[in-house]
């Protein structure tokens, strides 16, 4: 199913968009990128990019750090509650997964993110610290993504979220484990999910289909980036068919939560992340679709830099607040 979906998908991509101004110009900025990524290396580099692309921190109504529980051991979890909202009663949650290919990220380099998000949804935002590969390989970070939404669900009480208004999302890596997570709770059917918002979602680790190819050179994530975070979080080649590795090879998208996914044009997970956007819809799911042609992987999370991470924001804010 998923050939010919990347097939009728991949047509109109053709014709290259051009990347906007602000990109090109951070592009020019950039040190060179490491092909064969070594996890010092990157996570410094990582780091210290934050620092300079990212805006100062908003203010939240509340900022509290819980350790969760899970297969593995304790999972350190960032619950921002956001600016304006009642200090008491149960406000709906998105429980966030941050990208960085399953080998990059921490609590802090997507707290600007999740403060955003909470203070215009009016929301509760889980910041999940999932275990990282290639010290902890697939499906570490898988198992602490759904040890964690389940742990929030738990302790609805403490947290003071409604445990029927839970949504779930991520960035990049982080929602590929969004997507892994809420096919799985689809499954189990004890946990009923409001939406799932997938930013650049990698949705198929195989990389098997005619997906590649296009983006070699000159942005945060190229083909070659991709294939060494894939080779480090899931060193297994045949594990890479499973579907909580490869969501776009479950055999049944039917039952998802209403979707919303962020597209961006210079993007080598582009290809797949709109085929998967397009099963979802054939699929019964009622799903949105938001394109950022002229910005790439990651921009979301460099806001000072490049503004239509604050529209995209925006466009998560919106559906998050539009589902309750």
């Known amino acids: 199913m998923s050939t010919d979906i990347s097939r009728r998908i991949a047509a109109p991509l053709t014709k290259e968009p051009s990347m906007d101004a602000d990109s ?56 921002c509650r956001g600016a304006g909202t009642p200090a008491s009663g149960a406000l709906p949650v998105l429980v966030y997964y941050h990208g960085g290919g399953w080998m990059l990220g921490d609590l802090d380099s997507h707290d600007w993110i999740c403060r955003m998000i909470a203070n215009k949804a009016d929301y509760v935002v889980v910041n999940v610290d999932y275990r990282l590969a290639p010290e902890f390989i697939f499906p570490a970070a898988f198992d602490d993504a759904l040890a964690a939404i389940k742990w929030v669900v738990a302790n609805a009480k403490m947290l003071r979220i409604d445990p029927a208004q839970v949504s779930v999302g991520g960035d990049s890596a982080g929602g590929n484990l969004a997507a892994a997570v809420a096919l799985t709770l689809r499954d189990e059917g004890k946990i009923k999910l409001k939406s799932q918002v997938l930013i650049y979602p990698a949705v198929d680790l195989t990389m098997s289909e005619n997906y590649y190819g296009r983006f070699t050179k000159d942005l945060l994530l190229t083909d070659d980036q991709l294939r060494a975070f894939i080779d480090f979080y899931v060193p297994n080649i045949e594990q890479r068919k499973d579907w909580r590795a490869s969501p776009l090879l479950a055999p049944s998208l039917k039952g998802l939560p209403p979707t919303l996914i962020l597209l961006a044009g210079f993007d080598p997970l582009l290809p797949a992340a709109a085929a998967y956007a397009e099963r979802l819809k054939k699929e019964g799911v009622i799903t949105t679709v938001k394109r950022y042609p002229g910005q790439m992987n990651g921009f979301v999370s460099n806001a000072k830099v490049l503004p239509k991470a604050s529209v995209a924001i925006k466009d998560v804010s919106e559906m998050l607040k539009a589902n309750l």
């Open 24 to 79: 090109a110009a951070f592009m020019k900025m950039q040190p060179q990128p490491y092909v064969q990524p070594t996890p010092e290396l990157v996570r410094e580099g990582f780091r210290r990019g934050r620092l300079l692309t990212q805006p100062d921190l908003p203010q939240v109504y509340e900022v509290r750090e819980y350790v969760a529980t899970g297969p593995l051991g304790p999972i350190p979890v960032r619950i």
